[in-house]
Structures are given as C-alpha cells and as structure tokens.
C-alpha cells in the first residue's frame, strides 16, 4: 500500500509569488491535515479536510488555503510568498478525522527567496 | 500554542543504552502518538496509545501514559546508532474539532 505522497518535494520561489502543494493520501483515508514545520516554530497546524469539507482550521493567515478533491487528494496554496513560509510543509492522513493514527508524507521543502 | 511538551529538548546517550523520553500536555486528550524524524525528513509514526491505556509495547519501544499526571513516556531500549532523529509526542484531543497536536520535539544522538 503507497504511503502519502507530496509533490513537489523541493522548489524555490520568490517573494510575492504563490505556490500550490499537491498531496494524496494512503488509498482509503478520507481524512487528510497540512502542517508546517520550521525551526523556530516546530511543527504548526494548518488545516484538516474530510470528505471535501475544511474541518479545521490552524492560525495562519489568509494567504494559506487548501482543497480536497472527492478522490481524498488535497492541494494548498499559498499565495504572495513572504520569505517566512520558507518551511518543510507536511501532509498527513488517517482514516478518518479522530482516534486513528496519522501518516505524513515526505513533505514539500519551500524555500522563499 | 504547543499541546505537548518533551523532556528533555537533547539527549546524547551511548550505543546500547536505553532512552528516556518525556512529554506532557496539558488538556484531556483522545490518545496521544509518538514520532519520529530523521533530518528533513517526513514523520514516522511509532506508536498510539489511547487515553484508557496505560502501557504500550512495539519491539524496543514502550510507552506509557498516565492521564492524571497528564504525560507520557518514551522508553527506547538497547539504542541503535540509526535510532539518533528528532521524536515529537502528539496529542489528539478529545473535542469534537480537536486536531492532533505536536511538541517541539527532542533531538536523540546516539553514539556508536
């Protein structure tokens, strides 16, 4: 069974632009979370999705936003790219929204030049 | 604001010896997972124990969880130089929008 999968893995970008994370969960799992990981911060939770339906909702601002698709897969935007969302942004599924374990992808390094 | 705190923030031990990792959190919690990372790498899971457990084994590991205490614990036994990585504990809590939450994680070098 694939495990969750993140593309891309790597990417650069510049200030000012935007940049879309593509993530498909573990066949079967209908829950599907994002996290951003920096040094300074640790790991930070930015949304929950389940069934299509945004379930949670982290403290980040407006410019970060996500999507599922009825295939479970999830996509986050995040648009006009401050150098601070130089981050490891991570994917997670589980089956479904509580009580089960979660699975993190490899995660997408964003670099913010 | 972090859910789960670990204790200590490094531990440097020598190959073979055991580990001791500490978390604690502070509201009612569903269960609560550990994991590990590897230098930019994704997380790992390890293991999940719920909240009306106490104990858990998974081969060299062993966690436990004391609910009234609210924490838990992290034993690795006879360590592995492939052991050395950052393990983060996670609480999910026990609301209904509740969300798994991470500490800041404690970085294991274990030395050959």
């Known amino acids: 069974k694939a495990g969750v999968t993140q593309t891309p893995r790597y990417l650069i970008k510049t200030r000012g632009q935007q940049v879309t994370l593509s993530c498909s969960p573990i066949?079967?799992?209908?829950?599907v979370s994002w996290y951003q990981q920096t040094p300074g911060q640790g790991l930070q939770f930015l949304f929950e999705?389940?069934?299509?339906?945004?379930?949670n909702k982290g403290n980040f601002p407006g410019r970060f936003s996500g999507r599922q698709f009825s295939n479970s897969r999830s996509e986050m935007n995040v648009s006009t790219l401050e150098l601070g969302d130089s981050a490891l942004y991570l994917c997670?599924?589980?089956?479904?929204?509580?009580?089960?374990?979660?699975?993190f992808g490899e995660g997408s390094w964003l670099t913010v030049v | 604001s972090q859910q789960g705190e670990e204790d200590p923030q490094a531990l440097s031990i020598q190959e073979g010896e055991n580990a001791t990792m500490n978390c604690s959190y502070k509201t009612s919690i569903n269960n609560l997972q550990w994991y590990r990372q590897n230098s930019g790498r994704g997380l790992v899971h390890l293991i999940l124990i719920r909240s009306n457990e106490r104990e858990k084994h998974s081969g060299r590991l062993r966690v436990t969880l004391d609910t009234s205490k609210k924490s838990s614990s992290l034993l690795i036994t006879a360590s592995r130089a492939a052991d050395t990585a950052s393990y983060f504990c996670?609480?999910?809590?026990?609301?209904?929008?509740?969300?798994?939450?991470f500490g800041k994680g404690i970085t294991l070098s274990v030395r050959p």
């Open positions: 999705y389940f069934s299509e339906t945004q379930r």
């Open positions: 066949s079967g799992h209908r829950s």
């Open positions: 997670a599924s589980s089956l479904t929204v509580t009580g089960n374990t979660i699975y």
């Open positions: 996670a609480t999910d809590g026990a609301g209904a929008n509740s969300k798994l939450t």
